[in-house]
């Protein structure tokens, strides 16, 4: 069973625009969130995280929002370039070292 | 740092043959962590260790999969007879306690 859902598999966005990946978790337990991007052939590298007692971390043009009463977190991208173009996993943990991974979410940005 | 080592890159086999996926973690980290990508199920964790000692491998489908750490700087995912199910990306992370996890570039395995 999931315990961490992306909904959307895909997502395409002009260059430019703002770019919104969304996730959602079942496990209150959860009090870490990360975000990692992964390109093509390669693992998946560590982007941002934020933990429970924030609703907000940013850094340069990555920012993730936590929602903790709607088990949602998303992370904003703005502005997209086309090198952001990758698969973006959203992970969790629960204080313990292993991660849930959600399926990914393949973003296209379109020059 | 070289980051995390594994090997092979692509292994193509065929049913019943044993498969063994080899890692290096960072120099340093301490954690281990084997994962298996697949379309439906996204990053799946298989089973970590933490100071070469298995602490979680739940994560592992059956009994045809193993993983042994027999040293720091070394760890080995074994999969044992192997079945085209097993068709994935296995990619291997470490870390330092629970820091950052960092990933190799995976093995890309295929079985016929």
């Known amino acids: 069973d999931q315990q961490v859902k992306q909904n959307s598999p895909s997502l395409s966005v002009q260059e430019g625009r703002i770019s919104i990946l969304n996730c959602d978790y079942t496990?209150?337990?959860?009090?870490?969130f990360l975000w990692y991007k992964k390109y093509p052939a390669e693992g998946p590298t560590f982007l941002i995280s934020?933990?429970?007692?924030?609703d907000k971390n940013e850094d340069g043009r990555f920012t993730v929002f936590l929602n903790k009463s709607a088990k949602h977190l998303s992370l904003h991208i703005v502005p997209s370039q086309p090198g952001d173009s990758a698969v973006y996993f959203c992970a969790a943990r629960t204080g313990a070292n292993n991660l849930f991974f959600g399926t990914g979410t393949r973003l296209t940005v379109i020059p | 740092d070289a980051g995390v080592i594994q090997s092979p890159r692509h292994e193509v086999t065929e049913m019943g043959q044993e498969v063994t996926l080899r890692c290096k973690p960072i120099?340093?980290?301490?954690?281990l962590f084997w994962y298996r990508q697949t379309m439906m199920r996204g990053l799946e964790l298989l089973i970590y260790?933490?100071?070469?000692?298995?602490?979680?491998d739940s994560g592992m489908p059956e009994d045809r999969f193993s993983a042994k750490m027999p040293n720091a700087s070394f760890s080995t995912l074994k999969i044992q007879p192997s079945e085209p199910r097993d068709s994935a990306v296995y990619f291997c992370?470490?870390?330092?306690?629970?820091?950052?996890?960092?990933f190799g570039p995976g093995t890309r395995l295929l079985v016929l």
């Open positions: 120099s340093g980290h301490n954690s």
């Open positions: 992370a470490s870390s330092w306690d629970s820091e950052t996890q960092y």
């Open positions: 934020i933990s429970s007692i924030k």
């Open positions: 496990n209150s337990m959860f009090d870490y």
């Open positions: 260790f933490n100071n070469n000692v298995p602490i979680d």
